[in-house]
């Protein structure tokens, strides 16, 4: 049960169960990829190692949260927690799915494929009664020997994304809510304009979850289907690059294929720029 083929997601998500049944196995990595005070909170699988986006897995030397570190420095980490090109990885966090998804996407794009969200992330883990453990995180026996290969196109700039606003095939999701997609309650962030990208249209990660977990794959669909009015190609974008990716994370599940998330998100749309932003309701 424990063999390679048996540690190959079916999927980008995976239930507790299914972790509980391989929790241990050789070439099997669970990942804390909480952020705030969650990455704080003193439990976790047993057997996870930190995923520090909010640490060494941000490049620290841009004035934007959460940017995606090059891949040297990437690799470096991966290596550091013990990850081997032919593990399988589950990323968790400590809200539900919300930086885990960040975890996943980042491994995407930096070449890693056999990697998957926990679904319900440690409040769904615990509340079935599954074990926990406290203490500091056992350190990898071993380096890893993953190498970062950057795929062109999972992480975008600014450039990037307003050339899809103007691409009649591309549709730009935000993940905030909805009252600062429209300007009508002030952005956490000081010094940021409020509002939105003429032509983004508003889909709150929240809407895409019941109780902490991904909603089922056509209620997805239907989410993402009315919003993006037939266009496949889908950008994501959000305060800091994190919610955006809990909606990739919703729109694979969907069965959309063709995706991108705004790494600056609002946190660099949003200053003071020439970059155009409204307050009025997006379109359609």
């Known amino acids: 049960m424990t063999g390679p083929a048996s540690l190959r997601p079916p999927g980008p998500l995976v ?17 804390d990829a909480s ?13 996870a190692r930190p995923f520090d986006i909010d640490g060494a897995l941000s490049d620290h030397t841009v004035p934007l949260p959460h940017a995606m ?26 809200a539900g799915v919300y930086s885990s998804a960040r975890a996943w996407w980042m491994l995407r794009a930096m070449g890693f ?33 993953f190498t970062a290969a950057p795929r062109a196109g999972l992480i975008v700039g600014a450039d990037e994304v307003a050339d899809a606003l103007a691409d009649p095939a591309c549709a730009v999701f935000d993940a905030r809510t909805r009252e600062r997609f429209l300007g009508t309650a002030p952005e956490p962030r000081a010094g940021l304009r409020g509002g939105h990208m003429p032509g983004a249209v508003s889909l709150p990660f929240g809407e895409i979850q019941r109780e902490g977990r991904m909603r089922p794959a056509g209620e997805l669909r239907d989410a993402f289907a ?45 200053m003071p720029s020439e970059r155009p932003v409204v307050t009025e309701p997006e379109d359609g």
Do not use: K, N
């Open 69 to 94: 570190p090059g891949a040297d420095r990437f690799t470096e980490e991966m290596r550091s927690l013990g990850l081997h090109a032919g593990d399988t990885v589950v990323v968790y966090d400590g």
């Open 226 to 270: 009315a919003r993006a009015d037939g266009r496949e190609r889908l950008f994501f974008s959000c305060g800091s690059g994190v919610t955006a990716c809990v909606l990739t994370l919703g729109a694979e599940l969907a069965g959309y294929r063709e995706l991108a998330v705004y790494d600056g998100s609002w946190s660099e749309w949003g």
């Open 113 to 145: 494929d056999r990697a998957a969200v926990l679904d319900g992330g440690l409040p769904g883990w615990s509340g079935a009664g599954l074990p926990l453990e406290s203490g500091a995180p056992t350190a990898a026996a071993e380096r890893g020997d």
């Open 35 to 47: 952020v705030g005070a969650h990455r704080d909170s003193g439990q976790r699988i047993p057997g």
């Open 15 to 31: 239930d507790p169960a299914w972790l509980a049944e391989r929790l241990g196995a050789p070439g099997l990595l669970v990942l």
